[in-house]
Each structure stands twice: as structure tokens, then as C-alpha cells.
């Protein structure tokens, strides 16, 4: 069972998440684009821009339908990028997968998400 820690909130969001101990969101159901926000300011990336919420949303929406993690070739295929634009977004597609609210996906996913 993970270990479910609050975040510090910046002023204006009132609830602390709920995240495991690797900072996986517990519930994806209760994601939303402020966590988003939220999460990606903490973690340094500035400001959410269009090319960073279409991925947050097809990330969100392959879970949801698939209940896996899409390849990143895929994901950049889809969206008309190079390869290493979710490197280049997020850091890293933990951090993406993080960002969009997704659950731990796994030790072993989690391996090849580095």
C-alpha cells in the first residue's frame, strides 16, 4: 500500500494532494487541471503551455481507455513531434505521467520511464 503524503499548497489551492511517496497522484479521478498547475510549479517547470496539455490529456485519456502507459513514439507521433519532446516538456515521462494525475504505474513501467 503506498504512503500517502500532502504536498504544500501555494496560496489560492486549499487541499493538499494526495500522493504516494513518489508523488504519484492516489485517485486520478480527483485530478485536475489546477493540480497540474500545481505540480508542475513545484517540480520547476513554469507556466503549462498548449503543447504540454494536449500530451497531459492524451496521457489522461490512453490510461483511461487502455489502462497502461503509451510509448513514447507514440505519443510523439501523435502529436507531430520529434521523439525526445516529452524529454524536452517534462524532464521525463515519469514526470509527465506524474503531472497528469496518473497513478504509480508499476515498479517495472516505472523503470523504463527514467
Do not use: K
Not at 1 to 27: N, S
Amino acid at each position: 500500500m503506498p504512503q500517502i503524503r500532502a504536498v504544500t499548497r501555494p496560496p489560492g489551492f486549499h487541499r493538499p494532494l494526495p500522493v504516494d511517496d513518489q508523488g504519484f497522484l492516489i485517485d486520478p479521478s480527483q485530478w485536475n487541471a489546477g493540480m497540474a498547475r500545481v505540480m508542475a510549479e513545484r517540480d520547476g517547470m513554469g507556466p503549462l503551455e498548449p503543447r504540454h496539455w494536449s500530451i497531459i490529456y492524451y496521457l489522461r485519456e490512453h490510461h483511461m481507455t487502455y489502462g497502461a502507459i503509451p510509448p513514447v513514439s507514440q505519443i510523439c507521433r501523435t502529436h507531430g513531434m520529434q521523439r525526445d519532446a516529452v524529454q524536452h516538456l517534462f524532464g521525463s515521462c515519469r514526470q509527465a505521467w506524474r503531472i497528469a494525475g496518473l497513478p504509480h504505474p508499476g515498479d517495472e513501467a516505472l523503470s523504463y520511464m527514467s
